[in-house]
């Protein structure tokens, strides 16, 4: 569509400019009113820096923790019961077609163990424990 095709259908004169949007509306009344625009900015901003620190205590944890959310309960659980090694840690997880037990699978662990241990970032590397971090039939 030309832009003779458009004046057609808006019912304007020829050289005569479309009006703006929304957007350009706001654009306009914000140049227009250029010292009013500035004082809503920093009164906004004053505003929310005042809010900030209520924030920061309802997001606690670095600021992204919900408390008394689900993921943050499940993280609870699984630190009391899983020794600490919760959110933060890094699970290898190494299936053996026989056990985890036999020499080849324990060959493996090793070798990984050593991985690990030589990382610098890595504080602490547990040991597979029966029951607990290895599955039932043994394989993984």
Known sequence: MTVAGVHDQ?????????????LGRIGLLAARRFRTTVL????????????????????AGAGWQA????SVQVRDLVDRHFGGTGSTAIQVVVHADG????????AVL???TGLLQANRSVAEVIQPRPGLTV??????
């Open 67 to 70: 408390s008394g959310s689900q």
């Open 10 to 22: 808006v019912g304007m004169e020829r050289g005569q400019e479309p009006p703006p949007g929304v």
């Open 135 to 140: 599955s039932a039939d043994g394989h993984t």
């Open 110 to 112: 090793a070798k990984a």
């Open 40 to 59: 809503l900015w920093l009164v906004l901003v004053a505003g929310l820096g005042a809010l900030a620190p209520q924030v920061t205590s309802v997001l």
């Open 99 to 106: 056990s985890v037990a036999d020499p080849a699978a324990r």
